[in-house]
Nanobody, 128 residues
Framework: QVHLVESGGGSVQAGGSLRLSCTFSGNIINTHCMGWFRQAPGKERELIAGRDNLGPTNYIESAKGRFTISGDSAKNILYLQMNSLKIEDTGIYYC??????????????????????WGQGTQVTVSS
């Protein structure tokens, strides 16, 4: 069982930055794909960024150039650095993980079905 705990959410003005952290149990970063989902008010949860267990990362279009996902295997932490935040980035952010094989697939980190383990979420509110 993988345990994930998010932190770092808060309130920020549009144009500002936040860094989310996801502390996870076990040394899974080299065996699991890891990602960040966002659930905006009244909307379904969407996958916005993913990190393959083999290293490559991928983002949805609205996050490219503004968000960066990274992992620290020594500290067992996954990060999401968010810059140039917009009001529409408001939502609950969830960390997720799923076992991934060593056969690389460029698309898997942005497929929701890749992920089986979830954190409880952290709220991000962006205001004007």
């Amino acid at each position: 069982q993988v345990h994930l705990v998010e932190s770092g959410g808060g309130s920020v003005q549009a144009g500002g930055s936040l860094r989310l952290s996801c502390t996870f149990s076990g040394n899974i970063i080299n065996t699991h794909c890891m990602g960040w989902f966002r659930q905006a008010p009244g909307k379904e949860r969407e996958l916005i960024a993913g990190r393959d267990n083999l290293g490559p990362t991928n983002y949805i279009e609205s996050a490219k150039g503004r968000f960066t996902i990274s992992g620290d295997s020594a500290k067992n932490i996954l990060y999401l650095q968010m810059n140039s935040l917009k009001i529409e980035d408001t939502g609950i952010y969830y960390c997720a993980a799923g076992f991934c094989s060593n056969r690389y697939d460029a698309d898997r980190v942005l497929l929701p079905q890749t992920y089986q383990y979830w954190g409880q979420g952290t709220q991000v509110t962006v205001s004007s």
